[in-house]
């Protein structure tokens, strides 16, 4: 039994990082996806859309062309179009007015389940990763 109470997780922090379902800092976290370049294993953007086996995690890499807030249910939501060049999708942030970094012509990773909604591929509160400025 660990310090925490036997879940395995660090005490400082651990609750949120059993929430994310992900180990804490040093507990065995994969660091070699650091050394891959940023686009890898990323699903082109034209390819994503609800197929038939349902709605997959898909991870996409692009350009953020635009970055708005709006109202949906009447909560704030933070809307960004991502563009690859093969086409875009729209990533949508729920309860968000704002998010550091997040600007048009940033460059960015994300994933999550895509959802088509009036025609247009979207994803709702994805994981994401900023990436470094002058690799835009």
């Not at 048009?104 to 909604?117: C, I, K, N």
Request: proline share 7%; with cysteine; net charge positive.
């Amino acid at each position: 039994m660990s310090a925490d109470g036997g879940s395995g997780t660090r005490k400082r922090g651990g609750r949120l990082w059993r929430l994310l379902g992900r180990n804490g800092p040093g507990e065995g976290e994969d660091l070699s996806a650091a050394d891959e370049p940023p686009d890898a294993g990323c699903t082109r953007i034209g390819d994503c859309g609800e197929g038939p086996a349902g709605r997959p995690v898909v991870r996409v890499t692009g350009t953020l062309r635009t970055v708005t807030e709006r109202t949906v249910a009447g909560l704030p939501a933070l809307q960004a179009e991502l563009d690859d060049g093969s086409a875009s999708l729209q990533v949508v942030w729920l309860g968000r007015r704002a998010i550091a970094g997040i600007e048009p012509g940033r460059s960015l990773v994300a994933s999550g389940r895509v959802t088509v909604t009036h025609g247009r591929p979207v994803l709702f509160n994805p994981r994401y990763q900023l990436q470094p400025r002058g690799q835009e």
